[in-house]
């Protein structure tokens, strides 16, 4: 007879706390994010993935003004604040890409504090980037939230701008960027996708 994993005879054991998550090494920490305290195990993705989340990040970095102070950071933890008040569960994305104002060293950053997400899709996934994201990230009050689409061949297919409609919380599609991002909020920034595709 099979042996039954864990969470089929108790689900909790896929539910987290946040203090349960802050004990977790972090190896495992990188393999997942939590929705109302529910795990949701992170697929990695392909290097022309997190080539392309980095390059961006790196252009976002070098044309950010000095003022006000904000900072540019890849695959870190944004942790929701609204969604959390609501019900008090644990909830956590870790955009691609994350533009926000500059918080304390050693401060979790907070759906407060992103001013700009970034999520990049490869060909035959993107479901929780285009749907799920997009409603939780509007419902957080992230003002804008760009999605990079990868073609076949893995290189820049479109960028799509959403921005927040602040009184409906839910995004509305800006733009549809092809060849280059023409960036006006947070800042103003150019980023052909040939700088994005190596």
């Known amino acids: 007879m099979t042996e039954l994993p864990v969470w089929a005879d108790d689900p909790g054991a896929l ?99 992103a001013l700009l997400v970034v999520e990049v899709v490869s060909p035959g996934s993107g479901y929780t980037d285009t749907v799920d994201k997009l409603a939780e990230y509007a419902y957080e009050g992230i003002a804008v939230y760009l999605i990079v689409y990868l073609d076949s061949s893995l290189y820049v297919k479109m960028i799509q701008e959403y921005r927040l409609d602040w009184a409906a919380r839910t995004y509305r599609l800006a733009e549809t960027h092809e060849d280059a991002l023409l960036l006006e909020s947070p800042y103003s920034a150019v980023v052909p996708f040939s700088r994005l595709d190596g």
């Not at 695959?75 to 929701?80: A, I, M, S, W, Y």
């Not at 969604?83 to 304390?104: H, I, L, M, N, Q």
């Open 15 to 113: 539910e987290l706390t946040e203090e349960r998550y802050d004990e977790l090494p972090d190896a495992l920490r990188k393999l997942i994010e939590v929705i109302d305290g529910n795990v949701i195990r992170c697929q990695s993705g392909s290097a022309e993935h997190s080539d392309v989340a980095r390059r961006l990040a790196n252009h976002l970095e070098a044309t950010k003004p000095d003022d006000p102070c904000m900072r540019v950071s890849t695959d870190v933890d944004v942790h929701f604040t609204r969604r959390k008040r609501r019900d008090g569960a644990f909830s956590f994305r870790r955009p691609d890409v994350t533009v926000y104002r500059c918080v304390e060293r050693g401060t979790k950053l907070t759906t407060a504090d």
